[in-house]
């Protein structure tokens, strides 16, 4: 089974045409301040169901999974649940909190103990299978890691309840503010604390060699890392394979919204699937990476 493990599902309006606006990974980045009327239009939009190009994308690249989960804007855990149910096994989905994310900054406090909840009824009620991309400033004010493992927890006593992943990212986002928690290094706290509990770097660095070095060393103290490899080099993925094993790494795309949009020099797929060949030339590594990790972490079955 070959799975991409990172993937973010729901469009708007506003993105759907982007074709002369994004074309390569720059202009992704600077897509939040160069077209901002389009940016910001999906704050208050009404999201869009696009996994009827996910699964062509998927079907392209001959993946048979995809584990998915919102991109930010107003779109519910609900919303995903829905898309996940009608794809016929084909998605695993995760919780987010994105529709939420509008009301953080007036009332932290309140946002967490509300986000704690909503991942118990995620996980519990609509059948969601871990905790996706968190964007740490909305449910921390500290920037001390056990100060931060502290706040998180009611969120890993969760995910040790179930037996389900965590999704910390790495490095840079295209979204305004929680920049400094991109460095990973404050994960290691969170990580000893709670090793019961996968927890996935994604994007593991994103190819800044000092965030990949952080990502390592986390990774090489705690059996309970992971990585996937949206964005990552050839170099940091081929040194990875050789210091944690195949088995600790996945295949993602970070594909979404706007990511589709990027051709030049390739696609998101074309870009990771390259990687992965030239950096790992034996089978069965890739065999994990391709897909048998994820189906281990979210006990995916073939067929």
Known sequence: MRVDSHVHIFSFPSLENLETKIRS????????????????????????????????????????????????GRITNDDVAGVVDAAGGRL???????????????????????????????????GLKGMGELRLHALSGSIHPEEIAVD??????????HQMPILIQTAWTQ???????????????????????????????????????????VALRNQNIYLDIVGTTVDHLRRAVSQLGAERIMFGTDWSATWRWVVDPATVHEIH???????????????????????????????
């Open 25 to 72: 990974v720059e202009d992704l980045i600077t897509f939040r301040t160069r077209w901002p009327e389009l940016a910001g239009a999906t704050v208050n939009g009404s999201p869009v169901d696009n996994t009827a190009g996910l699964f062509a994308t998927l079907d392209r690249h001959g993946f048979d999974h995809a584990v998915v989960q919102a991109r930010p």
């Open 92 to 126: 695993t989905g995760l919780a987010t909190f994105e529709d939420g994310l509008i009301c953080y900054a007036k009332d932290r406090e309140g946002f967490r103990a509300w986000a704690i909840d909503e991942l118990r009824r995620g996980i519990e009620q609509l």
């Open 152 to 161: 998180l927890q009611p969120f890993m006593d969760i995910l040790a309840e």
């Open 273 to 303: 699937l390259r990687t992965v060949e030239e950096a790992v030339p034996d089978e069965s590594a890739r065999a994990l990476i391709m897909g048998g990790t994820a189906a281990i972490i979210y006990g995916l079955k073939a067929g």
């Open 175 to 217: 979204f305004p503010g929680g920049l400094w928690f991109g460095d990973p290094i404050w994960v290691d706290e969170l990580a000893e604390r709670n090793p019961e509990v996968p927890i996935i770097l994604t994007k593991m660095g994103r190819g800044i060699d000092s965030y990949f070095e952080h990502s390592m060393i």
